[in-house]
C-alpha cells in the first residue's frame, strides 16, 4: 500500500515538473555562496552568525538576474540546486517562482544534485576559488577544515572543475560561472575560454573584497546568463578520461587516518590517500564518503 502511494507521489512530481518544462533548454544552476555579490566572510556563509540573512538574499537575487537572462534567451525550464552548506541557503519564496528549487542536504551528488542527461546546459553562481589562491573570496576545496588539495589524473581542480566533470559525465556542458574575478580566472584555465564568466567583486585578500556596484552586477548577471544561452552550441562539456586516479591531500596526518580504512582507497603519504576507478561518478561519491571520514576524531 506504502509502496503504491509511493509510486504514485513519484510519478505525479515526475508529471508536475515535465509539466513545467515550456518548449526550449533545459537548463541546471549549481549555486555556491562564497562568490555571491556582497559575500567577504564565513560570518556571511554560516547560519549561526547574524549576518547570514543579509547573504541568503543576496544569494537569491544573484540567481533571480541569471533566471532573468536564461528565461530571456528562451529557457524552458530551470532548475537551482542550493549547494552550499546546509544547502537550506536560499529562501524559497526570495526565488524566482518560475523556477524549481533543490534544497536541502546531504544529497548524493551535493552541490550538481539533480543533473542528468535531460539538461542542455549548466550554470556556476556564486562559485569560488581553489585552496591555496592568492586575492579569492573564502578560498577552499569542498571542505575548508579538511582538503589541502584534490587531484584527479595529477590535475589540481577547484570545485568548479571537480562539478564540470559530473555534468561531463552526462554530456551537459557548462556555459557560465560567476564568482570574484580571481575564480573567473580560474575557471576559463580550467573549462576553456569560451565559457562566459561574470565577476561581481575582486578581492582584495581572503576575506575583503571590492563589490562591483550592485545594478552593474546584477546586470552583468543577466546579460551574461543571455549570452551564454544564445551561444550554448559553441561549449564542449568537460570530461576527465578514465582510468581516474583521486588522490587527496588533507590539511594534518590524522586526517588520513580513517580514509585509509576503506579497502578502495590507499594511503600515499602522512597526510594523503588515493583510489583509482572506471567511473567518474562512483569516483565523485567515493571521494565525498572519504572527505567525510577524514573529518572525523
Ligand atoms: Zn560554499
Sequence with gaps: MKKILLSFLVLSLTAVLAGEQKPGPKVFISVDMEGIWGVVHANQ???????????RKWMAEDVN????????AGAGLVVVNDSHGSMRNIIADQLDPRVALISGSPKPLSMMEG????FDACLFIGYHAQAGTAAASLDHTISGSTMRSIRINGLELPELGINAAIAGSHN?????????????????????????AVAVKKAVGRYAAQMRPRDAAR??????????LAGLSRVKPFRLDPPLNFELEFHNSGQAEMPSLLSQVKRTGARSVAFTTDDYLQGFKLMRAVIALAGYN
Design 172 to 196: 551537459v556542458p557548462v556555459i557560465m560561472l560567476s564568482g570574484d574575478e580571481a575564480t573567473c580566472l580560474q575557471a576559463k584555465a580550467v573549462l576553456g575560454q569560451s565559457l562566459i
Design 65 to 72: 538576474a541569471v533566471v532573468d537572462g536564461l528565461l530571456a
Design 219 to 228: 546586470q552583468a548577471l543577466t546579460q551574461g546568463a543571455r549570452e551564454a
Design 45 to 55: 556563509t554560516s547560519p549561526d552568525s547574524p549576518e547570514y540573512g543579509a547573504a
Design 115 to 118: 543533473i542528468d542527461a535531460s
